[in-house]
């Protein structure tokens, strides 16, 4: 049985027995629904309090930025009124509240914290995260992201994760886990047992950590140890497997039956929970995501439970996602005792932060005026700070950089820019920042701004006479901004043209540089550009503080990794 008044979740008395009392109460159907999150995505508010009145599910992983904040307080407000059992409302606040809210902080990704190489950044990017979703009425957050980077080809994790030093992305995770806690809101560590070993979405495809046992611990199992010790109350397991842990906790076990951690005794029920002392709440990643799909659904829904998670993220479709779960309680894969024991996690979480309390005297209600914190001028300023100190120059070899305006006042501008996939997002914000329509915009106004003379430079195969493309620029910068999610298992530059007049074919005869505004890893398609320089996120106030230092007039402060350099030598000419 689980212990709720021990790590991490600490009752008290009062606590302890609501959710003894709840539990007691429930029906079978309010039991089933407590194991199912999901964003309940395209519903309108009364779709949403309609659903909610038929299948009571335990949470919500809330896009505010659909509906508005004002609105989104509202809503979720009623909802928590209207409900029996209150709800978890989560966002995806990896870099900030701007994963969920309309207008949220972005504070700052991953990638920027690593190369400000301060774990006072993430504490802020929790703070934040905490204080501006709290006020539209959130309690949960799918982050920190506990993830090393250890390939560089892996664009899922690569402005997400704090880098590839195992011990300082443990220092990271638990800043941000205090920053969030301070305003009552749940972190969930992510992605159990650990991306960033291979190159694999595991939104396409199962994934795998091919770690040895020791290798791991070293890493991953020393993040997620940490954060445990410390009382973490939620973790996310995703869809990797983890062979060297799974053949050692089942040496039975062959290769072909080896499923991604969700699915998987030996890594949940085995590694997390027994090795590890996990007593929280163990939630799957998205189960709409094709790494889930080691088994048929109709049998991975229950067995999920059974393995040891206490809640199902992402329902497919409600009456067979509940019929599947409702079948494996009938048939005894989930056993009496399992459920009952991920009804405790569950309850005790939302106890943990007083949800109870709250449904019983003060409300869910934090008042219009709580949203003024939102994108305020502290945070705003945070923000902006972190930007300028994280934007990196990864080489300057010519030693060309700065481009002062009154020197190199013409300047040839390409903007790569867009979503690989060419699909408009439909979450309202998201966790990649990149691919915005504004940024050629807003380049091209900074640069005016800083007193250079821009020329947006159209794609052609025909180049030209490079003497005229001399006399015609004094320079030319290159800016990505691109971003992929979930579509494809690389992110790679793409040219409007064969052979496009755009790309860096110049390098040799005018001065070049090449910004990226989102992943960290464009060298691999521009090794030999003598300039080159990350900044991580497409905000206007990044673009700013990227073009003042092009400009001289502030110094480069962002510090890199190895893996910048695609492990390929002549990237670094």
């Not at 964003?39 to 505010?64: C, D, T, V």
Request: aromatic share 10%.
């Amino acid at each position: 049985m689980v212990d709720i008044k021990a790590n991490p979740f600490y009752l008290d008395e009062e606590g302890a027995c609501w959710v003894e009392d709840t539990i007691n109460s429930m029906s079978m159907h309010e039991k089933i629904c407590q194991l199912f999150a999901d964003p309940l995505m395209g519903k309108s508010r009364e779709e949403l309090a309609a659903f909610l009145r038929q299948y009571p599910i335990a949470g919500i992983p809330f896009r505010a930025a659909l509906f508005g904040n004002e609105e989104a307080q509202d809503i979720m407000a009623e909802l928590q009124e209207s409900s029996r059992i209150p709800y978890l409302y989560a966002g995806n606040c990896e870099s900030g509240p701007n994963g969920v809210l309309r207008g949220g902080t972005l504070v700052a990704s991953g990638a920027q914290v690593r190369a400000l190489r301060d774990p006072e950044a993430a504490y802020e990017v929790g703070r934040i995260t905490g204080k501006e979703t709290a006020a539209v009425g959130y309690n949960w957050t799918f982050g920190p992201v506990g993830d090393v980077l250890m390939n560089w080809r892996n664009s899922l994790i690569n402005t997400r994760a704090f880098g590839s030093d195992a011990d300082f992305v443990s220092q990271c995770v638990e800043a941000y886990n205090k920053g969030c806690m301070e305003y009552g809101v749940i972190p969930c560590l992510k992605h159990f047992p650990g991306d960033g070993w291979e190159e694999r979405d595991q939104h396409l495809a199962v994934g795998n950590n091919g770690l040895s046992c020791k290798e791991w611990d070293e890493t991953f199992g020393k993040i997620y140890q940490t954060s445990i010790d410390n009382g973490l109350l939620s973790i996310m397991v995703a869809h990797f497997t983890l062979p060297a842990y799974e053949k050692r906790l089942n040496p039975d076990l062959e290769e072909k039956d080896m499923q991604p951690a969700c699915l998987s005794k030996e890594l949940v029920d085995g590694l997390l929970r027994q090795k590890l002392g996990f007593n929280g709440l163990a939630v799957t990643d998205q189960t709409k995501m094709m790494g889930f799909y080691g088994m048929s659904r109709m049998k991975a829904i229950p067995w999920t439970i059974a393995c040891g998670c206490d809640m199902v993220l992402g329902i497919n479709d409600m009456e067979e996602d509940y019929s599947a779960m409702e079948e494996g309680i009938r048939s005894g894969i989930i056993t009496e005792e399992r459920l009952k024991d991920a009804l405790y996690r569950i309850l005790a979480c939302k106890a943990a932060i007083g949800l109870h309390k709250r449904k019983a005297g003060e409300g869910f209600r934090p008042g219009k005026e709580a949203l003024s914190c939102i994108a305020c001028e502290e945070h705003t300023a945070i923000a902006r700070k972190a930007a300028a100190k994280a934007v990196t120059l990864v080489k300057n070899t010519k030693g060309q950089l700065p481009f002062k305006p009154d020197i190199y006042k013409k300047i040839g501008v390409f903007v790569l820019s867009g979503n690989v996939g060419h699909q408009k997002s439909i979450y309202g914000q998201g966790v990649q920042s990149g691919g915005s329509e504004d940024t050629a915009t807003n380049v091209l106004e900074t640069l005016v701004r800083y007193g250079y003379e821009p020329e947006l430079m159209e794609s052609s195969m025909e180049k030209g006479k490079i003497r005229d493309f001399k006399a015609r620029y004094d320079a030319v910068m290159l800016f990505a901004d691109i971003s992929g999610f979930a579509q494809t298992n690389s992110v790679r530059l793409m040219w409007p043209d064969p052979m496009s007049s755009c790309y860096p074919w110049y390098i040799h005869d005018v001065p070049t540089v090449f910004v990226s505004f989102n992943y960290t890893n464009h060298l691999i398609d521009v090794s030999r550009v003598p300039g080159f320089i990350n900044a991580y996120n497409n905000r206007p106030e990044t673009i700013d503080e990227t073009i003042r230092r092009i400009a001289g007039l502030a110094e480069f402060e962002g510090r890199y990794d190895d893996d910048v350099w695609c492990g390929t030598w002549d990237t670094r000419f």
